[in-house]
């Protein structure tokens, strides 16, 4: 593999010629903003946060879309890059209300973590703000309006998994926003609750709500196991407060892997001291079921009874 060497505010990085500099930058433990940017995901540079300046030229530069160059020399923290970020992280914060108080997403939130890295807050002002509109029809997915920055993360995940496809931009210009199944909720949309949109949010927009107010970040532990349902094998973190178990979460749906429910909740059933009751979608409607019927349990059962009668 060809290498080049450039040169990242001050610093040497040698990395594969196909790298963007953002990878770049990571590679020697520079982390540079970016609220749209996720390896596994198509790059659309949408959010502006990556802007960096690179020597010899005058327009400023997405680092996550442009290719590392022999020789480059690139500045991710200069003056004029950190007003910008300051701006672009004021307009957000502008049109988002206020409540990183209670935000199931306080402390692992990108939006809160670099308006504290480049000191922006909320303001008062007269100006427009994003309707509250959250959507509740779901027990495994609150879905916050109000708090999303339209960085589209959630519809290209979504629509990585052929089957899928639910996600999608709606409206136009500040009433844009993110829509299921042109506008249904997300118990008569076709979502399959894997999750996998709620992973990728960078904010408190998209929240696994078995996990609501169980436990913050800070307060306990995690732990990462693989789950048992099928081939896949997908990773899912055990959050645990004061040595109880008390939920589950889907991680990052990385190599292809799908997520998926009943994957989700096998693991909950394995892991969970106290898991709270499983729900099916049937005809566009959640219904409170048995962990026998949740899981395909009763199926199961039924083909081993039927294999030792055939014995
Ligand atoms: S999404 Fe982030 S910035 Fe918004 S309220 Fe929640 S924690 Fe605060
Ligand atoms: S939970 Fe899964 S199917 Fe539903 S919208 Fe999110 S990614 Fe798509
Ligand atoms: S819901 Fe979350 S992931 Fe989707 S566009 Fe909004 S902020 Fe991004």
Redesign the pocket.
Known sequence: MMYVTLTIDGQKANVPKDYTILQAAKEIGIEVPALCYDPNLEIVAACRLCLVEIEGKNKLETSCSTKVREGMVVHTESEKIISIRKEILQLLLDSHPNDCLTCQKAGECLLQKYAYRYDVKFREHDGAMRPNLVDTSSPYILKDDSK????????RTCSLIDDRKVLAFSNRGYDTK?SLDADQTLETSSCVSCNR?VV????G??VDKRTMGKMRPWEGESHVVKCKACQYGCNFEVLTKNKEKVAVRAMEPDQGRPLCLKGRLTTELINIDMPDKPYRKIGGRFEETTWEKALGLNEILEKIRTIKDND
């Open positions: 999303c920055i339209l960085c589209g993360k959630c519809v993110i949109c990728v949010c960078p904010v927009a998209l």
